[in-house]
């Protein structure tokens, strides 16, 4: 089936260091008109449960694990058990693209239109965008998204609310264009991802992956809440991230029940305060 009332679905964008350079989690409200991301930033510390590695082992647990290295260990159902430990929210589905996978998807699409308010000048990504409106096709969607020195004060964080404002532009990029009202398209769409992204044996067609597309349809970009998982920097090591345990404790508990995520939950987080200057359309 598709994502169901209360469903989440994790998303990542993996590195060459098979490592979730990204991880998102979506949920879909019993409407099927509104819904909610929330980002884990990649350097969280978390409690990783005992995990099945991908040679038919067990990993043994860690109280304190980087929350990207649950992906590394155990592939993508560590890190659904990862997020379901943290969360204590079922993940019904997971889907994975790799940097190949992305630039298709976007070339399929056509291209997504962003507007920046400044230059972006990243060398470790090779980005360079002027100010103003452009329209990035794969190799330069992906640079944007991996894009870290370049916004914001340089961290990952900043980089997670640049590629939650891609993720807007590229919702309004489909909904701009009529995808989901184009069967054809569409079609052809979910064709590309069945090649090119991974999923669990519920959306591994192109008719499952079609079922999502329907389940999706009805959101607007104005009625997709992004947020990132409330966290503060680690006093003992800065590279490092831990959530704030009230204030995410706010965050699953919204999704839990259908609710909206409160602002009071990413009051204090360093998460959510980059400013990327990127925006959709032109």
């Known amino acids: 089936r598709g994502v169901g009332a209360g469903a989440a679905l994790v998303l990542p964008v993996l ?8 991880a998102m989690v979506l949920h879909v409200d019993k409407s ?3 819904a909610s991301v929330v980002s884990i930033p ?4 978390v409690q990783r449960p005992r995990c ?8 043994r647990g860690e109280q304190q694990a980087m929350f990207n290295e649950s992906y590394q260990v155990g592939g993508p159902a560590c890190t659904m058990k990862t997020v ?7 993940m019904d589905h997971y889907l994975q693209v790799d940097f190949t996978g992305f630039k298709k998807l976007i070339d399929e699409l056509g291209g997504v239109d962003i507007t920046t308010d400044k230059a972006i000048k990243d060398d470790a990504s090779q980005l360079s965008l002027t100010s103003g409106t452009h329209k990035l096709k794969g190799e330069q969607a992906l640079q944007l998204v ?3 020195h370049g916004v914001g004060d340089g961290s990952d964080l900043g980089r997670i609310q640049l590629q939650q404002a891609f993720i807007k532009a590229l919702i309004h990029q489909v909904d701009s264009i009529g995808l989901l009202s184009n069967p054809a398209k569409t079609y052809d769409l979910a064709d590309t991802a069945t090649r090119t992204v991974s999923a669990d044996s519920d959306l591994a067609s192109t008719d499952k992956l079609l079922g999502l597309a329907k389940d999706l349809k009805g959101i607007k970009p104005s009625h997709m809440n992004m947020t990132t998982l409330p966290v503060t920097y680690d006093p003992q090591n800065q590279e490092r991230v831990l959530p704030l345990k009230h204030a995410s404790h706010k965050v699953w508990t919204a999704l839990r ?6 602002k009071s939950a990413t009051k204090n987080s360093v998460g959510d305060q980059a400013d990327t200057g990127v925006t959709a359309g032109g």
Do not use: F
């Open 52 to 59: 099945a590695d991908p040679q038919g082992g067990t990993v």
């Open 257 to 262: 029940h259908d609710d909206p995520i409160p």
């Open 42 to 45: 990649r350097d969280t510390e």
């Open 15 to 22: 590195t060459v260091r098979a490592r979730a350079d990204t």
């Open 84 to 90: 379901e430990k943290m969360s204590g929210l079922r």
């Open 146 to 148: 991996r894009t870290r």
């Open 32 to 34: 099927h008109k509104k």
